[in-house]
């Protein structure tokens, strides 16, 4: 890369980097920090957001300013940095020494120069009186107040000035951070995020390796690394980011490994992340090293059978090959669809591995070894390797089933793919933009039930506590008794279903209050608030419409949808596209039961008219309107909540806050 920062050194000489990259400064404004030593979660990203950081001193101030506290003055911070607000002058000697930070006390050392240079007191003592500030000891607080107050006069400050700025510094000093420790945090950071800038494949890859304890974590960084830039890759939009592929028996590693394909360019823009071994449940590190060290040894596994006559059956058992199977490890050497006939042909090709490790312990020479013996033969794989059982393939369902067994999340699809423009249709949010609403927020979410967990009230009733999951991340939701008694039919393990209810905020992650469950079949029926009919007519308008003739039978059909009986009506949209016009009609007093009956009478109706197309489709609720950061409950006064901007919380302003700390 001709626009590496440090072009005459090794780029991964991280004592030499410079601190002052536009590329790796651009990661923090963008609040691009997944994966970013401290600079990851939800709320310090909105908070790079707002200060848009173009220097490191920015990132040292975040660190410091992102904690209970001080970070009611990130707005502050933000709006200083950007000329949104002016920095107020207070003295000459504070004026100096806060001008890094916009005119607000930050870190430790600033409120003890400002004690030294304006109040004449010792650095030592100045330290001291932080710490009496922070524990509140008012004996020691009031003599220094006076010992300042009486410096300060000394340097032509009068008692009232003096008396306000010591004021200013039992303010700042109770929660100011050490800067140094800050910086610390800073440069660790900032060198984490120039691997991520420069090295995303590599630099990705070690962080799953790290997180591969966590399931939670793993499908966080993999959903990362599809959004990552690369960097000589095209801009956003159009970049695809990094692909995190399945486990491959004679490619993958213990860790996730970094792998190119064939005729790859082997740079940072290239590659991808090959899932490791080790994340394999039911696969130890023994067996990783012996799968390792034969495939180092011999070669490429050319298939199961050859799997396991060639690895040690006492280090690698059946259960650990099973798992194997059930991943796609195998996958590249027999196909997906022979999953199910590998595990049928476990056992016997396992009785052959060990027969063939008794032969070779006894000197025989197998049919194996004869073919490759034979270097005029015909390649020992076509020889060697017996065909596996005719058996029904496993369903898509059983496959994921199996993969989030063994993986604890699916790697091949996800079980809501194929209900993925339903599930959208009919919800009002995704799951991952919760967080960023606030209590009580009404909202319709749609998933599968991944954990659910029947309890009991004190009282003895029936309740359930259980965990939702889309494809964007999963939330905890509740149902109280009195919704469990009436819903418990549909709450049940792996169903997809939709939860209305609202949001809470009482916990650190936010959750569902359910008040009602709805199943898939029913959705469409809750939920619809209207019907879109769409009409392409290719006939000009002077000429006349190709509809006119079929537009008598569209009123009969929908007369007859507003006649049926329904638990909820929607509304008649139309819209016409004719000539490169579009006219769209609202059918003001006509509302229909949203059916199978209505949606193919309307589309039946309108193909037979010659020329033209037509589209009928239910219109679900209308999405939220999700704030661009994160709010927290207004019982949690450790973190406020912080607009951006003059304007309160509730307009149009974006909003920042977290509840997260160190």
Partial sequence: DTRHPIPDHDPLDLDRLTYDDPRVLDLFARGETAGVFQFESGGMRNTLLAMKPDRFEDLIAANALFRPGPMELIPNYANRKHGREQVPRVHEVVDRITAETYGIMVYQEQVMQVLNQLGGVPLRAAYSIIKAISKKKEKTINAAREDFVAGAGRRGVNKRQAEEMFDLILKFAGYGFNKSHSTGYAIVAYQTAYLKTYFPVQYMAAVLTYESVSTDKVVEYIDECRRCRLPNGPPPPEKHGIEVRPPEINLSEIAFTVVYDKDEPRDPSHGHIRFGLSAVKGVGEKAISAIMQEREKSGPFRGLYDFCERVPPGTVNRATIEALIKCGAFDSLHGVEQRAAMLEALDTAIQLGQRAARDRASGQMNFFSAAEADSSAVSSADLSQPKLPAVESWSRQQQLKHEKDVLGFYISAHPLDEHADQLARFSNVAIADIRRLPADTPVIVAGMISRLRPTRTKKGDAMAMLTLEDKTGSVEAVAFPRTFDICSALLQQDAIVYLEGKVDRRREEPNIIIDVVTSMAEAEVMYTRAVKITLFDPTPPA???????????????????????????????????????????????????????????????????????????????????????????????????????????????????????Y
């Fill in 543 to 661: 000429e006349g419409s190709v509809f006119q003739s079929r537009l008598t039978d569209l009123k009969e059909v929908l007369r007859q949808a507003g006649q049926r009986p329904a638990p909820r009506r929607a509304e008649v949209i139309c819209e016409l596209h004719q000539a490169g016009k579009v006219v769209s009609l609202r059918l003001n007093g006509l509302r229909v039961a949203v059916d199978q009956h209505l949606i193919s009478g309307v589309r039946g109706v309108l193909s037979r008219a010659a020329g033209g197309r037509v589209a009928c489709e239910p219109l679900g609720p209308p999405r939220l309107n999700v704030p661009t950061s994160q709010p927290v409950d207004d019982d949690m006064d450790e973190a406020p909540l912080i607009t951006v901007g003059s304007s309160r919380a509730g307009s149009d302003s974006e909003v920042c806050a977290s509840i997260d700390r």
